[in-house]
């Protein structure tokens, strides 16, 4: 831990903070050069962390007693609007045995410092923090900074353009997506959750868009570098959007080739690594249309 920690301080400063009733955790309170939040405003917000989802604005998930929810926080007279996930822990013997490790919060604090330590377009991390019961992590509360726009699959959804305007969209939206599947294959990462609804597309005063990482929790490291696992996030990908109408092979293809010149695979191998993206992609969307149905 003492390593991580090192790492996380030199992006961010972070403070250790222990609420009552056995909680503990980590906040940020300084990053990027620029104060952000005190220590004794994240002391008196977490002082009752069960109490933390109360008064929330939007509930953007609630399944099996964990939720993902919207609020806007006052973190000693300084505010910002905040994704808060709190996480229960999973039953039978898996769950034990994970409880036993780090947190659920934690694990995801340190994926987002490693993604800003790569220069990933990632939310910003605000704070975690856990309860433990003997040896076992019951539950963890994890917080993000909130990030203004639409989730990619609803983005691609809605979209109204067409012909030249849909195309350059198009191309700017799947580039920064290779963009990202590419740094996360060079920083030896992958995503195991790369569904479109984990992203967030936004639209700068100059009318550029730019793509962010909005949920951690299937970021990992790998150590074996398989063609599967480097590539695993863009059949997924392609899972998730594949149902959408509009959505054409040549927006798949032109994804694909801007992440092979992002990780240089030469170009006479790249057709039958596509075949075999697409037979995945394909196997994965037919198995998820029947377990539906």
Not at 7 to 16: D, G, K
Not at 61 to 72: A, F, H, I, L, R
Not at 105 to 121: E, S, T
Request: with cysteine.
């Amino acid at each position: 831990m003492h390593d991580v920690e090192t790492v996380i301080r030199n992006l961010i400063e972070i403070s250790e903070v222990a609420p009552a009733g056995g909680w503990r955790g980590w906040v940020a309170v300084r990053a990027a050069g620029k104060d952000q939040f005190s220590k004794s405003g994240w002391e008196k917000l977490l002082a009752e962390p069960e109490k933390l989802l109360e008064g929330a604005q939007q509930t953007l998930k609630s399944e099996g007693g964990n939720t993902v929810t919207v609020k806007y926080l006052d973190i000693g007279g300084r505010g910002t609007k905040a994704v808060i996930k709190r996480r229960h822990r999973s039953g039978g013997i898996r769950g034990i045995f994970r409880s036993m490790g780090a947190a659920h919060a934690i694990r995801n604090f340190i994926a987002a410092v490693k993604m800003k330590q790569y220069d990933l377009p990632v939310v910003a991390l605000l704070a975690a923090v856990y309860h433990k019961r003997f040896l076992f992590c019951d539950e963890s509360i994890y917080i993000s900074e909130y990030v203004e726009g639409t989730n990619l699959y609803e983005f691609l959804r809605n979209m109204q353009a067409r012909g030249e305007e849909r195309y350059w969209i198009m191309r700017e939206v799947s580039g920064k997506m290779a963009e990202i599947f590419a740094e996360l294959h060079k920083n030896n990462l992958w995503h195991r959750d790369a569904k479109a609804t984990n992203f967030v597309v936004n639209q700068d005063n100059e009318g550029e868009y730019g793509v962010t990482i909005t949920d951690v929790d299937g970021i990992k490291q790998y150590f074996s570098h398989s063609e599967d696992r480097q590539m695993q996030g863009l059949w997924q990908f392609a899972v998730s959007v594949m149902g959408l109408p509009g959505i054409t092979r040549t927006d798949y293809l032109r994804m694909f080739e801007i992440y092979c010149d992002e990780v240089r695979i030469p170009d006479e191998g790249r057709g039958d690594i596509y075949r075999r993206l697409a037979q995945k992609a394909q196997a994965k969307y037919r198995l998820k249309r029947k377990t539906s149905t």
